[in-house]
T-cell receptor, first 113, second 117 residues
């Protein structure tokens, strides 16, 4: 099955700096890579996703890059703000009909004001 | 859109009792629902995948007779923890996939915190 590794486990940045979280996956069949943000005590919320037909996707301060050859993908947050502080999970799976995804171990991001 | 509710939000029960958790998609039809377990400061561990009208698919190591899943309609799935024990105490969270275009996108419920005494 799929195995997703995520690094770092914790990340502290100064407000305004950029944050990068990296994930690797093992199953070359995976073609769907969502990122979720989970604030303390709350549900995970999808913040961005990417499919394997593109190498990069951007939504305001958030961007995700995908390298299928190397089987890794990354989340980039620019101009970080205190409200970006949360746990971020990457995931990998196969799209096209009710397929599960495998989650990474999570990265706790702390943005220091 | 794509709102998922979960009930109850928290429950305390005695060891040996059964607990039922409901997961509802409020504004969309969810052909597939997923049940996860999350321990403090850990990732989401998939327990089972539930498709409407069919038996759930359990992940390796998850006892299907202990964690009963029913997905009788396109908006409701239930997880019953039978004969709960203290080691079953955890945060249980469901997610639902919209049967529309982006079928793989999962929308999560708020979770149910279970404490077994």
């Amino acid at each position: 099955g799929e195995n997703v590794e995520q690094h770092p486990s914790t990340l502290s940045v100064q407000e305004g700096d950029s944050a990068v979280i990296k994930c690797t996956y093992s199953d070359s069949a995976s073609n769907y890579f969502p990122w979720y943000k989970q604030e303390l005590g709350k549900r995970p919320q999808l913040i961005i996703d990417i499919r394997s037909n593109v190498g990069e996707k951007k939504d305001q301060r958030i961007a995700v890059t995908l390298n299928k050859t190397a089987k890794h993908f990354s989340l980039h947050i620019t101009e970080t703000q205190p409200e970006d502080s949360a746990v971020y999970f990457c995931a990998a799976g196969v799209s096209g009909g009710y397929q599960k995804v495998t989650f990474g171990t999570g990265t706790k991001l702390q943005v220091i004001p | 859109g794509a709102v998922v509710s979960q009930h109850p939000s928290w429950v305390i029960c005695k060891s040996g009792t059964s607990v039922k958790i409901e997961c509802r998609s409020l504004d969309f039809q969810a052909t597939t629902m997923f049940w996860y377990r999350q321990f403090p400061k850990q990732s989401l561990m998939l327990m089972a995948t539930s498709n409407e009208g069919s038996k759930a698919t359990y992940e390796q190591g998850v006892e299907k007779d202990k964690f009963l899943i029913n997905h009788a309609s396109l908006t409701l799935s239930t997880l019953t923890v039978t004969s709960a024990h203290p080691e079953d105490s955890s945060f249980y969270i469901c997610s639902a996939s919209n049967s529309g275009r982006w079928q793989e996108t999962q929308y999560f419920g708020p979770g149910t915190r279970l404490l077994v005494l």
